[in-house]
């Protein structure tokens, strides 16, 4: 059977070879599999420059997991943290946070605009209860990049805290703690890296999980027992997805092979101008504007056409192999096809075709 092609990230279309590194049984306690986990959080930190200041605390489950551990754990019981949203993410972070009793609070730039530093600005300055600030680097819901690195200056220069989930953008876009300040950025296995799902990361301030003990109101995501027991048995508290491990391992060998995050991103930005320019050459536009569109997943607005059906399109474009995400707007129909994944602007033209015959078969276009 020919696996489908995953335009849904994540999880998303991961290689052979990745899939390969799967066929195998680790022992938890085992030397190699903790060399492995070793290795695979040493390649994380180096990513971010962070070598000497920043730690990789790996944790089991998804990436939400890790959101909900890092906020819990970083953001002290008195602190505030105020999430800059423009997403489903950016709500989500908010949500968690609000659900574990921490105090936070909101900037909303609706759905469809980056975050404005000069509002985040003027917001810290007035407010000075907030300790951290927490931002989406690329809001997968709709694919806007956000300004990362102006925001980065701003809380450090105001002397807070920035948290950055960069999950669906982590290993593609540009981080480096040499040059944007942070207290911790968060990102998983299955999105830009390649790896398969069940586990997230978290690259954080050492001094910041050293002043965390004790923080956590939850036993199994709390990030700096999670920390403190690896650094002393090289071992992952509680069973660890050993298979994703051995996966992500394998996903980052190819990663490096293939140039490391220059060479990831610019297939990406391919891969990203390849889907744009075929859903034009089918009449379908895409919903963001070029500067604020973000190369790993594009907000298509659907044909206004009475016989458009989401459900429907996604199972003729399944059936051709090609499987797409719904959209996320509240207010514009719209759907979404993942730049991100072992493809490149083959498998995309491809996914182009199969949209367009969909499109064809549903009567919308000729
Ligand atoms: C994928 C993603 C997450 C985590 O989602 P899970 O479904 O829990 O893996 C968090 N934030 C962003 C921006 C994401 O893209």
């Known amino acids: 059977m020919n696996d489908s092609i995953l335009?849904?990230?994540?999880?998303?279309?991961?290689?052979?070879?990745?899939?390969?590194?799967?066929?195998?049984?680790?022992?938890?306690?085992?030397?190699?599999?903790?060399?492995?986990?070793?290795?695979?959080?040493?390649?994380m930190v180096d990513l971010i420059d962070g070598e000497g200041t920043y730690a990789c605390v790996p944790l089991q489950g998804s990436?939400?997991?890790?959101?909900?551990?890092?906020?819990?754990?970083?953001?002290?019981?008195?602190?505030?943290?105020?999430?800059?949203?423009?997403?489903?993410?950016?709500?989500?972070?908010?949500?968690?946070?609000k659900m574990m009793g921490r105090n936070c609070e909101v900037l909303d730039f609706g759905e469809t605009a980056p975050v404005e530093p000069n509002a985040v600005s003027a917001r810290l300055e007035k407010q000075t209860d907030i300790t951290h600030v927490?931002?989406?680097?690329?809001?997968?819901?709709?694919?806007?990049?956000n300004p990362v690195d102006d925001i980065a200056r701003i809380v450090a220069r105001s002397g807070r805290k920035?948290?950055?989930?960069?999950?669906?953008?982590?290993?593609?876009?540009?981080?480096?703690?040499?040059?944007?300040?942070?207290?911790?950025?968060?990102?998983?296995?299955?999105?830009?890296?390649?790896?398969?799902?069940?586990?997230?990361?978290?690259?954080?301030?050492?001094?910041a999980l050293e002043e965390s003990e004790g923080r956590s109101q939850s036993l199994s995501l709390d990030l700096h027992d999670q920390w403190r027991y690896m650094q002393r048995t090289g071992q992952w508290r509680f069973t660890p997805p050993t298979h994703v491990v051995a996966a992500f391992d394998a996903a980052l060998d190819q990663y490096r092979e293939e140039g490391g995050r220059i060479a990831r991103l610019a297939r990406y930005q391919n891969n990203c101008s390849a889907l744009i320019a075929?859903?034009?050459?089918?009449?379908?536009?895409?919903?963001l504007p070029a500067a604020i569109q973000a190369p790993i997943i594009v907000?298509?607005?659907?044909?206004?056409?009475?016989?458009?059906?989401?459900?429907?399109?996604?199972?003729?474009?399944?059936?051709?192999?090609?499987?797409?995400?719904?959209?996320?707007?509240?207010?514009?129909?719209t759907f979404r096809v993942g730049c991100i994944g072992a493809i490149d602007a083959d498998q995309i033209n491809?996914?182009?075709?199969?949209?367009?015959r969909a499109l064809q078969d549903m009567g919308i276009s000729k």
């Open 7 to 43: 335009l849904t990230p994540g999880p998303l279309t991961t290689t052979l070879r990745t899939k390969q590194a799967m066929l195998r049984d680790w022992g938890s306690w085992d030397g190699d599999f903790n060399g492995l986990t070793a290795r695979v959080c040493k390649q």
């Open 63 to 97: 990436g939400t997991f890790a959101v909900e551990a890092t906020m819990g754990t970083l953001v002290p019981r008195d602190g505030k943290l105020l999430v800059l949203v423009n997403g489903a993410y950016g709500k989500r972070m908010a949500q968690l946070t």
């Open 134 to 145: 927490g931002i989406i680097y690329c809001e997968t819901s709709t694919g806007i990049l």
């Open 162 to 207: 920035l948290i950055i989930d960069a999950m669906s953008a982590f290993g593609a876009l540009p981080l480096s703690a040499k040059t944007t300040p942070f207290e911790a950025v968060i990102a998983s296995s299955n999105k830009c890296l390649e790896g398969a799902p069940g586990m997230g990361f978290v690259l954080a301030r050492t001094v």
């Open 278 to 287: 075929g859903l034009e050459r089918i009449g379908l536009r895409s919903f």
């Open 299 to 333: 907000t298509v607005h659907a044909p206004a056409h009475p016989a458009w059906n989401f459900a429907d399109f996604y199972q003729r474009v399944k059936a051709q192999g090609v499987v797409l995400y719904p959209g996320k707007l509240t207010a514009v129909e």
């Open 350 to 356: 491809f996914a182009v075709e199969a949209i367009a």
